[in-house]
């Protein structure tokens, strides 16, 4: 009986105990239906059904860094490199209130030179300026003084995932830092008072289910207000392809982790990330809202520049329209019998403020 079902499904509640590796591990291992069930009633309970909508602009797919999963690497000489100018992206983001969202998400490549840190800088002044949209941004490492004048500018929050929770794991994928240095720029983030998200990919090559828990265990003990998790793809212009994604026999794991993961964090923003859909074509994404994701997060980017940020293949919406993500996106919240946030959506957890 569904009834009975969902009501015990929001009885059992978030995680309860310590939450440490065998309790990850254990929860990893449950019956699905009955965790995504959980999952979906905490969700519910703790966050409402709205769901957020933050339209991601990929304002420049320029990168110094060689990350060897990703299809924008430095050395992958395929893609033709470009830097949206500021009134291009000021276009869309007049925009896209109008179609539904309340969040700009910039997102690029790493660049750390004082010309693309002040260039972000301007941008962001404007975007606050000039509409009602927060402001993400989402574009690596940075100095905290470079976050510093990113926040004075107006920037709300930041996304950087840790990736892996491993620190040799981390260093063989990452020639250009440490998980400590990642993992440092994430309190300077949160020391600065900027709303943080953080996360990492399910099923990176050799993952073990202890290591997709370890991961979990992270996000845990560095209380973000975001975390963004999807399954790694193998790009085949990068020193991973052919590689299997670990839960190929098990994809469900994907998902799996999404439904851990509000429960061991119920307050936190939750997107359904994009490689959802690259894995599980058409529903991927539809399925992590109803197994504890809370946000979604529509591609904003102009038509033309689509098909050179891909940073793993089969990425949904490089053909779509401009602004045709967002109607789309809003239709499949819709049939899932939830409705579109209004308001910034900001992170659910009080915090003092810095
Ligand atoms: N497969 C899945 N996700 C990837 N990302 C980068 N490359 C891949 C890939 N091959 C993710 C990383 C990064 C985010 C912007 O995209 O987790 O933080
Ligand atoms: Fe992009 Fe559906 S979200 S077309």
């Known amino acids: 009986d569904p009834v009975s079902f969902d009501a015990a499904a929001a009885a059992a509640g978030p995680l309860a105990g310590p939450i440490d590796r065998a309790a990850v591990v254990d929860l990893l291992r449950s019956p699905r239906e009955a965790l995504y069930a959980r999952a979906d009633a905490v969700r519910r309970a703790h966050m409402g059904d709205e769901v957020f909508l933050r339209g991601i602009v990929e304002f420049s797919n320029v990168c110094a860094n060689d990350c060897l999963y990703c299809g924008i690497r430095r050395s992958n000489p395929h893609p033709h490199r470009y830097r949206i100018d500021a009134d291009e992206i000021l276009a869309v983001a007049r925009r896209m209130a ?35 949209l927060a402001v993400t941004v989402s574009a690596g490492n940075r100095p905290r003084a470079v976050y510093a004048t990113w926040r004075d500018a107006g920037m709300d929050r930041y996304l950087l995932r840790f990736e892996t929770s491993d620190p040799d794991l981390f260093a063989r994928l990452h020639p250009d830092c440490s998980l400590a240095e990642r993992l440092h720029c994430l309190s300077d983030l949160r020391d600065l008072g900027v709303q ?64 851990a993961l509000r429960l061991i964090d119920p307050d936190l923003r939750v997107p359904a990330t994009t490689a959802f859909d690259a894995m599980f074509p058409g529903v991927g994404r539809d399925l992590a809202l ?14 033309r520049y689509r098909k050179d940020y891909l940073l793993y293949p089969d990425k949904p919406c490089v053909d779509e329209g401009d602004g045709s993500c967002s109607s789309c996106a809003t239709a499949r919240i819709w049939s899932l019998g939830r409705f579109v946030g209004e308001g910034p959506g900001h992170s659910r957890k009080a915090r003092p403020t810095a």
Do not use: K, Y
């Not at 998400?105 to 260039?119: C, F, H, I, K, Y």
């Not at 109803?290 to 979604?296: E, L, S």
């Open 98 to 132: 109008g179609w539904g969202q309340t969040t700009i998400v910039l997102q690029s490549g790493e660049v750390d030179t004082p010309a693309e840190n002040d260039r972000l800088a301007a941008l962001i002044t404007r975007i606050r300026a000039e509409t009602p």
């Open 196 to 259: 943080v998200g953080s996360g990492f990919m399910i099923g990176l090559p050799g993952e073990t289910l202890e290591r997709l828990a370890d991961n979990l265990v992270l996000v845990h003990t560095l209380d973000l207000d975001m975390v963004g998790i999807g399954p790694f793809i193998a790009h085949p212009d990068t020193p991973l392809a052919g590689q299997a994604n670990a839960w190929a026999d098990d994809p469900e794991m994907c998902f799996a982790a999404v439904a």
């Open 290 to 303: 109803q197994r504890g994701a809370d946000v979604f997060m529509p591609n904003d980017t102009p038509g």
